[in-house]
T-cell receptor, first 110, second 113 residues
Framework: DGGITQSPKYLFRKEGQNVTLSCEQN?????MYWYRQDPGQGLRLIYY???????QKGDIAEGYSVSREKKESFPLTVTSAQKNPTAFYLC?????????FGPGTRLTVT | QQQVKQSPQSLIVQKGGISIINCAYE??????FPWYQQFPGKGPALLIA?????SEKKEGRFTISFNKSAKQFSLHIMDSQPGDSATYFC????????????FGSGTRLLVRP
C-alpha cells in the first residue's frame, strides 16, 4: 500500500520534554511538509523539505526542528522551547503541486 | 497578497441540496487551486483541483468553478449527503514557491438527513 504513515496516532508528554513525531512515505515523493492544526483552525506550515539533507522553515518554525536524512522519512521534534505544543500535527508529501497528507498525530502536553 | 480568504465559516445544508463554498485570492501568480476534505481526527484528503486556464472542473458530485478576472473560485457539492459532512479547505500554490500550499481558513459543512 502506498501512502504516508505517521506515528503514533496519540502522544502525551509532560511539559519541558522534547518529543519526536514520525513521518514516513513510500510514494517516492521528493518534497515533504509538516503542518500544525489547532482546534477549529486551518493548517500552518512548520517546516518543509524539497530534497534529502535540505529543509526550510515555514511560517511557525520556532520551537520545532526537523531532519531529512532519507527521502522516505521526515521526523519532527517538538522541543521544550515551543510555548504551546498541544495540537494536531500533519505530515504531507508532494509530487509537484499535488500534496497528500498523512493521518496525523495528536500531541497533548500537560 | 499571500492570503486565501474562505467563506462561509460554517454551512448547514439539507440532504440533496447544493453546498457552495467560496474562496478569494489576491496574488495573481497563484496557478494551482486544490480543495481538501477533512473528517474529524483525520488528515485532509485532496478532493479536486483546478488551474487558471480552466473555468470549471467536475468530478462526480464535486465541481470547482473558477473566475480568473474576479480572482475567486468555489466548490459546489451537488446532491449533498450526510457523509459529505466535513471541513473543507481551499488552497493555492504559487509557482517557484517549493509547492507550498496557502490554505483558506476552512468551512465546516453539516448536511442534515
Amino acid at each position: 500500500d502506498g501512502g504516508i504513515t505517521q506515528s503514533p496516532k496519540y502522544l502525551f508528554r509532560k511539559e519541558g520534554q522534547n518529543v519526536t513525531l514520525s513521518c514516513e512515505q513510500n510514494l517516492n515523493h521528493d518534497a515533504m511538509y509538516w503542518y500544525r492544526q489547532d482546534p477549529g483552525q486551518g493548517l500552518r506550515l512548520i517546516y518543509y523539505s524539497q530534497i534529502v539533507n535540505d529543509f526550510q522553515k515555514g511560517d511557525i518554525a520556532e520551537g520545532y526542528s526537523v531532519s531529512r536524512e532519507k527521502k522516505e522519512s521526515f521526523p519532527l521534534t517538538v522541543t521544550s522551547a515551543q510555548k504551546n505544543p498541544t495540537a494536531f500535527y500533519l505530515c504531507a508529501s508532494s509530487i509537484f503541486d499535488e500534496q497528500y497528507f498523512g493521518p496525523g498525530t495528536r500531541l497533548t502536553v500537560t | 497578497q499571500q492570503q486565501v480568504k474562505q467563506s462561509p465559516q460554517s454551512l448547514i445544508v439539507q440532504k440533496g441540496g447544493i453546498s457552495i463554498i467560496n474562496c478569494a485570492y489576491e496574488n495573481t501568480a497563484f496557478d494551482y487551486f486544490p480543495w481538501y476534505q477533512q473528517f474529524p481526527g483525520k488528515g485532509p484528503a485532496l478532493l479536486i483541483a483546478i488551474r487558471p486556464d480552466v473555468s470549471e472542473k467536475k468530478e462526480g458530485r464535486f465541481t470547482i468553478s473558477f473566475n480568473k478576472s474576479a480572482k475567486q473560485f468555489s466548490l459546489h457539492i451537488m446532491d449533498s449527503q450526510p457523509g459529505d459532512s466535513a471541513t473543507y479547505f481551499c488552497a493555492a500554490i504559487k509557482p517557484d514557491s517549493s509547492y507550498k500550499l496557502i490554505f483558506g481558513s476552512g468551512t465546516r459543512l453539516l448536511v442534515r438527513p
